[in-house]
C-alpha cells in the first residue's frame, strides 16, 4: 500500500495545478455532479450549525430565528450554574467511559479467543451467534432489556429469587449503569470484533512458526506477535470512540429510562430532547446541545494529536 | 505442516478450556433470542409460573400471535420500513458514490476544502433541535422523504468508499478518458464494477440504519399510516401501549395473552433479518476490512 | 456490464413502486374537500378501541351534519401528548382548531393571545352566542376560563354540576375484605392492616397498586395534612414538599415499599400494567376513577366473585373528615378541556360556529348523550342511554360506547351534564364511591387555574422544569429507598436553590389576581 500512495503523490505533483480558470474549465463537469452532494451538506450540516445561533436567544417558534430576542449567554450561563449541570457532564462521562473501558477490550478479546480456534465448525457457529444482536433494532433490544428486568421477566424473577427483592431493576439508580452496558456489549461485541479478526488474519503466519521454532506458548504468541499486530487498527478505533464520549447512545438511553432513575440516566443529550421537545424551552436546549458539540470536537481533536504525537497514528 | 508437530498437553488444555469458554459465550449471547422465541408460544400464566428458566414453550400456544397478527399497524409499519430501505439505500449509494468519486479525483482543485468541510461534519454538528428546525423548514415534516433525504449521506460510509475507490488503478480510469467518456460513464461503468463488494456494504450499513431508525420518523411524521415499523414497536414494547392490539378483543382478554404478544411482536418484527443474515454474512469481512483501511 | 445494468433497473423499478406506494396514500389524503376545518385533537384509549379517526364515530358524524361543517380530524400518535404538541407548535403550522391543555403552553395561554398563535374568543363575540351566554351567567365559571387580562382564549371544557368534579377515587376488592373479614379502611393504620393481609392470606404480588402521579391526587398524601405539588392553605398557595408532613408520609410509603405492600413496580406503572393487576389478582387495592375503573373492571371481571368497593382519602385519626382528596376545578386542567382556534386559520368564523354549538341546547345533548333514538331516549324528560349504550351486544363496555356516541365521557368544548354520570356510574359500587369519595375538605385546598403575568412566564417555565424533575425523582428514591432519610434536609435545601420559593412567589401573585377578578 505504502508504494501505491507513493506513486500517487507523484502523479499528483505531475499534474502540476494550473490557473483556477484552467481549472474549471477542466473540471466543470465533475463540480456539476457533485453539487447534489454539496446541497446535502449546505443544508443538512451547515444549515443546523448556523441555526444553532438560536441559543444566544430566548427562541420563539412563532417569531422565528428574526423576531426572537436575543440575550447573549444568558442561556449557558443559565445550563452551567444549574443544578443539574454537575449530574448531566457526570452521568455522560460514567457512561460513555464505562462504556469504553468494558465495550472496547471485549471485542478485541473475543478476536484474541476465536483466533486461536483451529475447529471451523465451532468457529463459525460462535461468529454467526455472536453477530447476529448486531442486527437487532435499538427499539427491539430495550424491548427486550425492559421485559427481562421487570419483576414478571427472566432476569427480574431470577434476581428476585437470589435476593428476595422482587423489584423492577430498572427503578433502581445504581443498576442503570450494568443494564446499560451489558446489553451495549451483547448487542456490539461480535460485529466490532470482525475488524480485529481481519486484522489479524493478515498476521504473517511466519512469524509464528518462527516462534514455534523458538518454543514460545500460546500466550506469549498472543503477547508478543499477535497484540503488537493488532495495535494500528485498536488505535485509531480509540480514537475514534473516543470522538463519541459525549456522544452516548441517547436513543437507547430514552428508551430505557425513566424518572425514578434521572439521577444516573439523563445525560446530556436526553435532557437536550426533554428540554426541547417536552417543554419548549428551544433556545435554553439548543445551547445544552451545543456545549455537547463543542466538548466532542476538542475531545477528538485532542485524542488525534496525542496519538499522532507518540504512536504516528492520525484520524487525518 | 505444523499440524502434524504433536501438541503439547498444555496447548490442548488451552484449545479445550477456549472452545468450551466460546461456546459458552455464544450460548449466552444467544439465549435471550431464544428465550423470545421460546416464550411467545407460551401463555401467559404458565411464563410467570415458570420462575425464569426455559428450553421449550410451557403450554403450547399461538394465541400470542393470533391477536399479533390483528394489528393492522405492524403491516403498514412493514411497507413504510421498506420505503425507507428501499429509497433510502437507493439515494444513500447513489449520492455517497458521488461524493467519493469527487473526493477521490486529484486533479480538482476544490477537492482539498471540499474535503476538509464534509470531513468537518463527522466531528461537529449543529445539535439536536437546529436539525429539528431546519429539516421542518425545508418543509419535509409530515412526508415519509423527512426519512430519507436528512440522511442522504453518512459521512463515515462516504470516507470508506472514497478509500475504496483511490485503490482503483489509475491506468483504467485513463482508457475511460481517452475514449472521451464522461464521469458517468466512468464511475457506473468502470468504478462500480470494480467495487461491487463495498457497494453490497456500505449497502447493507445504510439499510440496518434504515430498519433501525426511529427517532427522525418520530419527530417529522404526523399520521400514524406513515410510522415505520420501529415506531410500532417502541409503542408496543417501550410505551407498553396495546391499544389497538386488544382490537376486537375483550380486554380482559388481552391481559391474559399481555406479554406474550410483545415477545411474538419481538420474533415477527426480528425475523425478516434473521432470514436475510445468512446471505450478508460472507460480505461482513470484506465490509469492515475496507473500513479498517483509513485514507 | 450487463449486470449493472440489470441492477440499476431493478432499483429503479424498486423505487418507482415504494414511491407510487407512499404517493397513494398521500393522494387520498388530499382529495378531501377545501371547505374542511382540520381540528387537531388527542384521540381517547377508549375511542381507539374501535375507530382510528373521530370521523367515523357517530357523535361526530352527526356535528358535522347538524352544522354542515365538514372537519378533517388530525390526531396525533407515536410519542408523548406533550412531545406532539410541542412540535405541532414548533412546526408554525397551525390547523384550525387545537384542544389541549392550553395551560401548559410556554408563557400560558395570554402569551398564546400575545404572539398571534390563537385567537381571544372576545373578539368574534357575536359568532359564539352560546358561549358568551354561559359564561357571562357564570361568575366562577368566567373566573376560570378567563386569562387575568380578560381574555377568553378557549371553548372550555367545564363541570356543570359540583358532583361531576370528583370522579376518582381509592377502591379495594370487596370480595377479599368480606373473605378476610376487614372493614373497609378509613385510617393510614388501617390500610396498612388490610394492606398486609391481602399480602399474606391473598398471596397478592403488589397488594397497592398505584402511579407515583396518582399520589397527586391527593390519597395518602393526604392523611398528613399535605399534598403533591401546590395547593391553597391559608389563602396562599403551598407547596407539598416544603410541609413537614410529607416527610412522614414518605416514611409511611417507604415502609411499605419495603415490606412489599405497594406495587414495588410503582414508578413505571402504565394502565395496561395496572389492568393487568387488577384482574389477575395480583393486586387488591388501587386509584380508580369510577367510570373507566370501577364501571370498566367491574363489567370485565374475570368472575363472579370478584367485586369492587370505594374507600374515603385516607386519614391519621379514625373519624377525621378528609382534609385533601381528589377534586377537579370546574374548567379541569385536563388534556382535552380547552379547544382554541389558531390565528392563522382562514376560517375563524366557520369554526366558531362549529365550536359554539357545544354550548347550545341541542349541542349539549349531542355531546352529552349522542343521538336521540340511537343511543338515548327522553323518558319523562330524562335522556336515558339506551340498551346499545348500556348493554351493548357484540360485548363493548358501556365506556367504549360512550366514546363513539359522545363526549360527556372524557371532555371536549361543552358543559358536561350531570345525568351523564349518574347512568355511567349506575352500578351500587359506582354509586357508594362517588358519595364517598366526595366527602372531603378538598374545595379549600384546590387550586384554580392560574394564569401567571407575562414577565415571569419564561423564568417560571425554566424553573418548574427542574423543580419537577427534582421532585419526582427525590420521591421516588425516598419511597424505595435508594435514597436515605438522612438526606432529606440535603433534598429540600437543593429544591430551594432550584427556586420554589421564586416559584411560590410568582404562583401566589397569579392567585392573588385570581382573587381580585
Same mark, same amino acid.
Given at each position: 500500500m505504502m508504494n501505491k500512495r507513493a506513486a500517487r503523490t507523484a502523479i499528483s505533483q505531475k499534474t502540476k495545478q494550473g490557473s483556477w480558470r484552467r481549472d474549471f474549465h477542466k473540471n466543470w463537469k465533475l463540480y456539476l455532479m457533485v453539487i447534489p452532494v454539496l446541497m446535502f451538506y449546505a443544508m443538512f450540516c451547515y444549515k443546523p450549525m448556523y441555526g444553532a445561533l438560536i441559543a444566544f436567544q430566548n427562541f420563539s417558534p412563532r417569531l422565528g430565528f428574526w423576531g426572537s430576542e436575543w440575550i447573549g449567554f444568558d442561556n449557558f450561563v443559565h445550563f452551567f450554574t444549574s443544578p443539574d449541570f454537575p449530574k448531566l457532564l457526570k452521568n455522560t462521562l460514567t457512561i460513555s467511559i464505562t462504556t469504553l473501558i468494558f465495550g472496547f477490550p471485549a471485542p478485541i478479546l473475543l478476536a484474541l479467543f476465536l483466533n486461536e480456534v483451529k475447529n471451523v465448525h465451532v468457529k463459525k457457529f460462535v461468529q454467526t451467534t455472536t453477530y447476529l444482536p448486531h442486527f437487532i433494532s435499538v427499539v427491539v433490544v430495550c424491548g427486550m432489556v425492559k421485559i427481562f428486568v421487570s419483576p414478571q421477566g427472566i432476569i427480574g424473577m431470577l434476581v428476585g429469587a437470589l435476593t428476595g427483592n422482587n423489584s423492577n431493576l430498572l427503578m433502581n439508580p445504581k443498576l442503570f449503569l450494568p443494564i446499560y452496558v451489558i446489553s451495549e456489549i451483547w448487542q456490539s461485541v461480535g460485529w466490532d470484533s470482525i475488524i480485529y479478526l481481519a486484522a489479524l488474519s493478515a498476521v504473517d503466519t511466519e512469524q509464528y512458526e518462527a516462534a514455534d521454532i523458538d518454543g514460545a506458548g500460546r500466550f506469549s504468541k498472543i503477547f508478543y506477535i499477535t497484540l503488537p499486530s493488532i495495535q494500528t487498527t485498536t488505535i485509531t478505533l480509540f480514537i475514534l470512540a473516543l470522538g463519541r464520549v459525549m456522544n452516548v447512545g441517547y436513543e437507547k438511553i430514552m428508551l430505557l429510562y425513566n424518572p425514578a432513575i434521572y439521577e444516573t440516566s439523563d445525560v446530556i443529550s436526553t435532557y437536550v430532547y426533554r428540554l426541547g421537545f417536552e417543554t419548549q424551552n428551544w433556545g435554553f436546549s439548543t445551547a445544552v446541545g451545543l456545549f455537547n458539540s463543542v466538548c466532542n470536537l476538542a475531545l477528538i481533536v485532542g485524542a488525534n494529536t496525542i496519538s499522532k504525537k507518540y504512536k504516528n497514528v492520525s484520524l487525518w | 505442516?505444523?499440524?502434524?508437530?504433536?501438541?503439547? /498437553?498444555?496447548?490442548?488444555?488451552?484449545?479445550?478450556?477456549?472452545?468450551? !469458554?466460546?461456546?459458552?459465550?455464544?450460548?449466552?449471547?444467544? %439465549?435471550?433470542?431464544? %428465550?423470545?422465541?421460546?416464550?411467545?408460544?407460551?401463555?401467559?400464566?404458565?411464563?410467570?409460573?415458570?420462575?425464569?428458566?426455559?428450553?421449550?414453550?410451557?403450554?403450547?400456544?399461538?394465541?400470542?400471535?393470533?391477536?399479533?397478527?390483528?394489528? +393492522?399497524?405492524?403491516?403498514?409499519?412493514?411497507?413504510?420500513?421498506?420505503?425507507?430501505?428501499?429509497?433510502?439505500?437507493?439515494?444513500?449509494?447513489?449520492?455517497?458514490? *458521488?461524493?467519493?468519486?469527487?473526493?477521490?479525483?486529484?486533479?480538482?482543485?476544490?477537492?482539498? +476544502?471540499?474535503?476538509? =468541510?464534509?470531513?468537518?461534519?463527522? %466531528?461537529?454538528?449543529?445539535?439536536?433541535? #437546529?436539525?429539528?428546525?431546519?429539516?421542518?423548514?425545508?418543509? =419535509?415534516?409530515?412526508?415519509?422523504?423527512?426519512?430519507?433525504? #436528512? /440522511?442522504?449521506?453518512?459521512?463515515?460510509?462516504? *470516507?470508506?468508499?472514497?478509500?475504496?475507490?483511490?485503490?482503483? +488503478?489509475?491506468?483504467?480510469?485513463?482508457?475511460?478518458?481517452?475514449?472521451?467518456?464522461?464521469?458517468?460513464?466512468?464511475?457506473?461503468?468502470?468504478?462500480? #464494477?470494480?467495487?461491487?463488494?463495498?457497494?453490497?456494504?456500505?449497502?447493507?450499513?445504510?439499510?440496518?440504519?434504515?430498519?433501525?431508525?426511529?427517532?427522525?420518523?418520530? !419527530?417529522?411524521?404526523?399520521?400514524?399510516?406513515?410510522? #415505520?415499523?420501529?415506531?410500532?414497536?417502541?409503542? *408496543?414494547?417501550?410505551?407498553?401501549?396495546?391499544?389497538?392490539?386488544?382490537?376486537?378483543?375483550?380486554?380482559a382478554e388481552a391481559n391474559y395473552v399481555g406479554e406474550t404478544i410483545k415477545y411474538a411482536i419481538i420474533v415477527i418484527s426480528t425475523l425478516p433479518i434473521l432470514i436475510v443474515y445468512p446471505f450478508m454474512q460472507k460480505y461482513f469481512v470484506h465490509g469492515v476490512m475496507i473500513g479498517a483501511v483509513k485514507g | 456490464m450487463k449486470k449493472v445494468y440489470k441492477i440499476t433497473a431493478l432499483c429503479a423499478a424498486a423505487i418507482l413502486a415504494a414511491v407510487s406506494l407512499v404517493g397513494c396514500g398521500k393522494g387520498e389524503q388530499a382529495s378531501t374537500s377545501q371547505k374542511t376545518l382540520d381540528y387537531w385533537i388527542p384521540l381517547s384509549g377508549s375511542t381507539a378501541s374501535l375507530v382510528d379517526n373521530l370521523d367515523k364515530t357517530p357523535l361526530y358524524q352527526k356535528l358535522q351534519e347538524v352544522t354542515g361543517i365538514d372537519v378533517n380530524f388530525i390526531h396525533p400518535s407515536g410519542g408523548s401528548l406533550s412531545e406532539k404538541f410541542n412540535i405541532l407548535m414548533a412546526s408554525n403550522d397551525f390547523p384550525d382548531m387545537i384542544q389541549y391543555n392550553w395551560l401548559t403552553y410556554p408563557g400560558g395561554p395570554q402569551n398564546a393571545i400575545d404572539e398571534g398563535v390563537i385567537i381571544d374568543i372576545y373578539q368574534y363575540k357575536d359568532k359564539a352566542p352560546n358561549l358568551i351566554k354561559y359564561i357571562d351567567s357564570n361568575k366562577e365559571i368566567k373566573k376560570l376560563a378567563e386569562t387575568n387580562e380578560g381574555a377568553l382564549f378557549s371553548f372550555p371544557f367545564v363541570r356543570g354540576d359540583d358532583s361531576l368534579c370528583v370522579s376518582w377515587g381509592m377502591a379495594l376488592r370487596k370480595d377479599w375484605l368480606d373473605e378476610l373479614n376487614l372493614e373497609v379502611p378509613e385510617t393510614i393504620d388501617e390500610w396498612e392492616t388490610v394492606l398486609r393481609a391481602f399480602k399474606e392470606k391473598k398471596s397478592a404480588t403488589a397488594p397497592l397498586t398505584i402511579t407515583t402521579g396518582a399520589f397527586e391526587n391527593s390519597q395518602f398524601v393526604g392523611a398528613y395534612n399535605t399534598t403533591m405539588g401546590y395547593y391553597i392553605g391559608d389563602n396562599q398557595v403551598k407547596y407539598g414538599l416544603l410541609d413537614p408532613g410529607f416527610k412522614e408520609f414518605l416514611m409511611r410509603m417507604n415502609k411499605w415499599y419495603s415490606e412489599g405492600l405497594l406495587d414495588n413496580n410503582f414508578a413505571l406503572l402504565d394502565n395496561t400494567t395496572i389492568d393487568a393487576n387488577i384482574l389477575n389478582g395480583a393486586s387488591g387495592a388501587a386509584g380508580l376513577s369510577l367510570g373507566n375503573g370501577i364501571g370498566r373492571y367491574m363489567s370485565s371481571a374475570p368472575d363472579d366473585k370478584f367485586d369492587l368497593v370505594g374507600a374515603p382519602s385516607p386519614v391519621l385519626n379514625k373519624g377525621d373528615v378528609p382534609e385533601f382528596g381528589y377534586l377537579q376545578t370546574a374548567v379541569p386542567p385536563m388534556t382535552n378541556a380547552f379547544t382554541v382556534i389558531c390565528a392563522d386559520s382562514k376560517k375563524i368564523e366557520t369554526a366558531m360556529e362549529f365550536l359554539d354549538y357545544g354550548y347550545s341546547e341541542e349541542g349539549h345533548m349531542l355531546y352529552n348523550f349522542g343521538i336521540e333514538g340511537d343511543s338515548y331516549n327522553m323518558v319523562d324528560g330524562y335522556p336515558k342511554y339506551t340498551d346499545k349504550i348500556t348493554k351493548n351486544e357484540e360485548g363493548h363496555s358501556m365506556n367504549i360506547m360512550l366514546s363513539q356516541y359522545t363526549a360527556s365521557y372524557s371532555s371536549g368544548p361543552f358543559v358536561q351534564d350531570k345525568r351523564y354520570m349518574e347512568q355511567y356510574a349506575s352500578l351500587p359500587q359506582q354509586i357508594s364511591a362517588w358519595d364517598t369519595w366526595t366527602k372531603t375538605n378538598m374545595k379549600e385546598h384546590v387550586l384554580p387555574n392560574l394564569y401567571i403575568a407575562a414577565d415571569k412566564q419564561n423564568e417560571l417555565a425554566i424553573l418548574d422544569n427542574s423543580i419537577n424533575t427534582y421532585a419526582n425523582e427525590i420521591i421516588t428514591k425516598f419511597i424505595v429507598g435508594t435514597m436515605s432519610f438522612d438526606e432529606y434536609d440535603n433534598a429540600i435545601a437543593e429544591l430551594k436553590q432550584r427556586g420554589i420559593e421564586r416559584s411560590l412567589e410568582i404562583r401566589n401573585e397569579a392567585y392573588q389576581s385570581y382573587l381580585s377578578k
Open positions: - | 505442516m505444523k499440524n502434524k508437530i504433536k501438541k503439547s /498437553t498444555g496447548e490442548r488444555a488451552f484449545d479445550a478450556v477456549n472452545t468450551t !469458554l466460546l461456546i459458552l459465550i455464544a450460548l449466552v449471547m444467544i %439465549y435471550p433470542l431464544y %428465550y423470545v422465541l421460546v416464550a411467545s408460544f407460551s401463555t401467559y400464566n404458565s411464563l410467570i409460573k415458570s420462575n425464569g428458566f426455559l428450553l421449550y414453550p410451557s403450554e403450547f400456544t399461538i394465541e400470542a400471535y393470533k391477536m399479533a397478527f390483528k394489528n +393492522p399497524m405492524v403491516l403498514r409499519g412493514y411497507a413504510n420500513t421498506m420505503f425507507a430501505v428501499i429509497v433510502g439505500v437507493a439515494v444513500n449509494l447513489l449520492l455517497t458514490a *458521488i461524493g467519493a468519486y469527487f473526493l477521490s479525483r486529484r486533479d480538482v482543485k476544490l477537492q482539498k +476544502p471540499i474535503s476538509i =468541510l464534509i470531513v468537518i461534519t463527522m %466531528y461537529f454538528s449543529g445539535g439536536m433541535i #437546529p436539525f429539528y428546525f431546519t429539516v421542518k423548514g425545508f418543509g =419535509l415534516e409530515g412526508s415519509l422523504w423527512s426519512l430519507v433525504i #436528512p /440522511t442522504a449521506i453518512n459521512t463515515f460510509n462516504l *470516507i470508506i468508499m472514497k478509500t475504496a475507490f483511490s485503490e482503483i +488503478p489509475h491506468s483504467l480510469e485513463e482508457s475511460v478518458e481517452i475514449d472521451g467518456g464522461g464521469h458517468f460513464i466512468m464511475l457506473f461503468k468502470i468504478i462500480m #464494477p470494480l467495487s461491487k463488494a463495498t457497494f453490497a456494504v456500505i449497502g447493507l450499513y445504510y439499510a440496518v440504519a434504515h430498519w433501525n431508525a426511529w427517532f427522525n420518523a418520530m !419527530l417529522f411524521l404526523k399520521e400514524r399510516t406513515q410510522f #415505520p415499523i420501529q415506531l410500532i414497536l417502541r409503542e *408496543i414494547l417501550i410505551q407498553n401501549n396495546m391499544q389497538g392490539m386488544s382490537e376486537g378483543v375483550g380486554f | -
